[in-house]
């Protein structure tokens, strides 16, 4: 489903290699944890998958396609497949809970009808049915992470991309976004989550585990 | 709360755009109402020098007064040689009884002046209008040499004073638009950057979630768009209002000249105009703006 193919990130002129001949294949169904340490590489790796950035040399595949050489244009839809989570949640602060999640489908073009039928569903989904007029700043940080991953998966996608979802979160808080992820692979998505928590792996049955450090990839 | 259709999207993002920074939609309208009402008077301005030329062009720019001895059949016959020329758009005859007529029209209220006037003291005349200034002299001192002419009389100083005068506006008015041009163009573009520096975080998400470059851009034109519409609007009311304390002015000067028969329509299709290229102009910089920042 998604294959990195010698892939190699070279930053400030050549002096920093932040992705060093990575490759490496990931099946569909598959629940992945990328760990390695803090600018390891992770976040780099899983950017190129949604073309935030290109790799200086090698290729990405997902599916058919060749993720580095697709037109501009292109871009928008491959986003509406691979969803992504973030460290720092990226939610509008001033927009409700249902608004932010709303918000990744009215500016796809999706009709009332659907969004209203999605957002609702999603948000029970993910445990904050009933905190669907909230703001962001009256939610625990856990919360946040959960409103993100709501909005990560309006668009049903075949792949989602976690990067450090737990960095802010308490232990507790953090089992349960992991425990979340799951459950979402059980659905039937291909999850791929970066960490620099190692105990974290321990939570998460029947997981793939792939280690960077300094650019470089290897399995677990 | 009803969820709105596409365009209603947009458009409700135009409006958190122009609500969340409602001092920099004031500072953008305010600069394109002057560089729009700059543009217009300088549409006026010389809507008006080319009306007032084109009276007097159109008036009879030379007079020739003959002499006693030439007769009525020979300043008939110079009349018709001259209506032969492509330059000459009309020549108008006044005879010594027409030019008693016109003393006594234009002296009905001075008795004394009109007692011993008679056609034998005030010369026939032949009234020539040209299509073009330029080739006023030369009719002029044609006639100066012939025989049967005591005197020519034309407007040289007054319709070359006016043609200067013209072209000054003109030259002037468009220099002075491109600078206001230039600098409405800069505030505006530093505006849309900032605007969009205030809802980068809504931009990132958008591209994030897949909303394709254009749902990004063009709540920015229609902030262009609302933008141009109100200053556009502002700067023709003014105008509007203003044009009759021009028509006074020019009254003063051209009292015969009637600048603005239908001061609305003249209103309405200076808000076209500026509206049209404005909203352009404006457009093309949000254009550049948005593009310059998706482009990151």
Known sequence: MITY????KIYQGGDVRAVEDVSVKIEEGEFVFLIGPSGAGKTTLLRFLIREDRPTSGDIWYKEENVVKIPAHKIPQLRRRIGMVFQDFKLLQQQTVEENVSFALEVTGKNSKEIKEVVPYLLEKVGLSDRMGAYPRELSTGEQQRVAIARALVHEPEVLLADEPTGNLDYDNAKQIVELLRQINDWGTTVIMATHDEGLIKKAKKARVLKLEDGRLEEK | MEKLSGFGRVFKYTLQHISRNIVQALLIVAVLTITFLAAELFVVAGLAS?????????????????????QPDQILQIKKELEKNGYISNVSYVSKEQAVEIYR????????????????????????????????????????????VEKVVYQRDLVNELTRWTDAIRKMGIGFLAVM?????????????????????????????????WYIRLPFFF??????????????VIMYFAMPYIQDFTDQL?????????????????????????????????YVSVWRYLKK
Request: net charge negative; no cysteine.
């Open chain 2, 50 to 70: 080319t009306k007032i030329l084109t009276y007097f062009e159109n008036q009879p720019q030379v007079t020739v007064f003959f002499k006693d001895e030439a």
């Open chain 2, 254 to 286: 051209f009292p015969s000249v009637q600048l603005f028969s239908t001061p609305l329509t003249l209103s309405y299709s200076l808000w076209w105009g500026v509206f049209a290229v404005g909203s352009v102009l404006v457009t093309l910089i949000s």
């Open chain 2, 105 to 148: 029209s234009l002296h009905a209220d001075e008795p004394e002046l009109l007692e011993f006037v008679t056609p034998d003291i005030l010369p026939a005349s032949l009234e020539i209008s040209v299509n073009d200034v330029g080739f006023l002299s030369g009719v002029a001192d044609e006639f100066e040499s012939n025989q049967f």
């Open chain 1, 5 to 8: 193919d010698n892939v190699t």
């Open chain 2, 223 to 236: 902030d262009s768009l609302i933008y141009s519409v109100f200053a556009a609007t502002i700067a023709s």
């Open chain 2, 181 to 213: 041009a230039f600098v409405s163009l800069v505030v505006i573009a530093l505006v849309v950057s900032n605007n969009i520096r205030d809802f980068s975080k809504e931009i990132e998400v958008m591209k994030l979630v897949g909303a394709n470059d």
